[in-house]
T-cell receptor, first 113, second 111 residues
Framework: DTAVSQTPKYLVTQMGNDKSIKCEQNLGHDTMYWYKQDSKKFLKIMFSYNNKELIINETVPNRFSPKSPDKAHLNLHINSLELGDSAVYFC????????????FGSGTQLSVL | GENVEQHPSTLSVQEGDSAVIKCTYSDSASNYFPWYKQELGKGPQLIIDIRSNVGEKKDQRIAVTLNKTAKHFSLHITETQPEDSAVYFCAAGRGYGKLTFGQGTILTVHP
């Protein structure tokens, strides 16, 4: 199946822990993104990478560090998790930065206790 | 930066009725306006989009209109069906892949 796949789907962890969310796309797209959806369903961009290079870095705490080992993968590592980090995190991809047709993954629901 | 306002936040219609969701944007440089549908437990899915050089676009039961002068755009769904029930998001972008989303509209279609 051609898609954007992210793992895990659910992540429950304690405050202060470090966790990672993985994302992979097999569409041959050049650009990948991380979006955060809060409890009120508001969607906000966090990062975007084009061909492994950081393009967009919104005002996200530096506890969040994206890593792109190749253009098909964009992982999100979060250090020292806080209660306010609880949200659904969506990975997305687009053909390139000029194409804004985003294809989203199914999301990772992060719960910080 | 761009600010996108979306209304209403909830919309309840009877099957077969039409549904209209409206958005306004602040950045006159925005030139791309997509609409996404998000079903429970899933990621947003692009359903229709429009660019600023076009005033209206239609795809079967859904249509989007854009008034660039007034900086607002709308989603129209005709002959609604229960499977149209979802959260709908408008967004605005001006290139380089950054979209600013509206707050979402929970659409419920009653059989």
């Amino acid at each position: 199946d051609t898609a954007v796949s992210q793992t895990p789907k659910y992540l429950v962890t304690q405050m202060g822990n470090d966790k990672s969310i993985k994302c992979e796309q097999n569409l041959g797209h050049d650009t990948m993104y991380w979006y955060k959806q809060d409890s009120k369903k508001f969607l906000k961009i966090m990062f975007s990478y084009n061909n492994k290079e950081l393009i967009i870095n919104e005002t996200v705490p530096n506890r969040f560090s994206p890593k792109s080992p190749d253009k098909a993968h964009l992982n999100l590592h979060i250090n020292s998790l806080e209660l306010g980090d609880s949200a659904v995190y969506f990975c997305a991809s687009s053909q390139d930065t000029g194409s804004e047709k985003l294809l989203f993954g199914s999301g990772t629901q992060l719960s910080v206790l | 930066g761009e600010n996108v306002e979306q209304h209403p936040s909830t919309l309840s219609v009877q099957e077969g009725d039409s549904a209209v969701i409206k958005c306004t944007y602040s950045d006159s440089a925005s030139n791309y306006f997509p609409w996404y549908k998000q079903e429970l437990g899933k990621g947003p899915q692009l359903i229709i989009d429009i660019r600023s050089n076009v005033g209206e676009k239609k795809d079967q039961r859904i249509a989007v209109t854009l008034n660039k002068t007034a900086k607002h755009f709308s989603l129209h769904i005709t002959e609604t069906q229960p499977e149209d029930s979802a959260v709908y998001f408008c967004a605005a972008g001006r290139g380089y892949g950054k979209l600013t989303f509206g707050q979402g509209t929970i659409l419920t279609v009653h059989p």
